[in-house]
């Protein structure tokens, strides 16, 4: 497809559990974010990958999420032993980064991800 | 701390009205200043891209305004039509490696 698609769209886990989101950016975007949504509150920026460089990680809210993503593509978010509050909307965006002022970043429709 | 206010936090209008929504910010230094529409449901879908420079920008009923000095921004919806019933985001990006700095957003619906 042409816009950003992540899968799967629902994922309902038990605690403790490990879980894979999926993002798959549009084709020649070289940025590619992760965001996370909760319930009420704007978006958390959690990772940032550009072209071939190490990926920014400042936003991981701990070592329990770590993301990849291989062949400057498809983008994996991990989140393993996953808690309650790891339950949110995780929104994945990529940009062709033509230029900082200009990147402007397409937005996947996010996977709601429930911890019960 | 780099930080973005939106105001209200939600909107009741009938349709056909106007209304303006405010976003505030304390992001330095300063990028560029981004409106996103997101549906329920959807991701955020982007609106204007205004830089530093820009005081106003217009995508169809939409108009953004950006006072840099003041550090303050508008996003002024004309004519609204249901289909604008949707979270309004307000994202600021700093200089450099600074991440984007997202607002709350403000829930608007319209009513018929």
């Known amino acids: 497809g042409a816009g950003v698609s992540q899968s799967p769209s629902n994922k309902v886990t038990e605690k403790g559990k490990d879980v894979e989101l999926r993002c798959d950016p549009i084709s020649g975007h070289t940025a590619l974010y992760w965001y996370r949504q909760s319930l009420g509150q704007g978006l958390e920026f959690l990772i940032y990958?550009?072209?071939?460089?190490?990926?920014?990680k400042s936003g991981l809210p701990s070592d329990r999420f770590s993301a990849e993503r291989t062949g400057g593509s498809v983008s994996t978010l991990t989140i393993q032993r996953t808690q309650q509050e790891d339950s949110a909307v995780y929104l994945c965006?990529?940009?062709?980064?033509?230029?900082?002022?200009?990147?402007?970043?397409?937005f996947g429709p996010g996977t709601r991800l429930t911890v019960l | 701390k780099n930080q973005v206010e939106q105001s209200p936090q939600s909107l009741i209008i009938l349709e056909g009205k106007n209304c303006t929504l405010q976003c505030n910010y304390t992001v330095s230094p300063f990028s560029n200043l981004r409106w996103y529409k997101q549906d329920t449901g959807r991701g955020p879908v982007s609106l204007t891209i205004?830089?530093?420079?820009?005081n106003t920008k217009s995508n169809g009923r939409y108009t953004a305004t950006l006072d840099a000095d003041t550090k303050q921004s508008s996003l002024h919806i004309t004519a609204s039509q249901l289909s604008d019933s949707a979270s309004y985001i307000c994202v600021v990006r700093g200089s450099g490696n600074t991440p984007l700095v997202f607002g709350k957003g403000t829930r608007l619906s319209v009513i018929a």
């Open positions: 965006a990529s940009s062709s980064y033509l230029a900082v002022s200009t990147d402007t970043q397409y």
């Open positions: 990958f550009q072209g071939n460089s190490a990926p920014d």
């Open positions: 205004m830089t530093f420079s820009e």
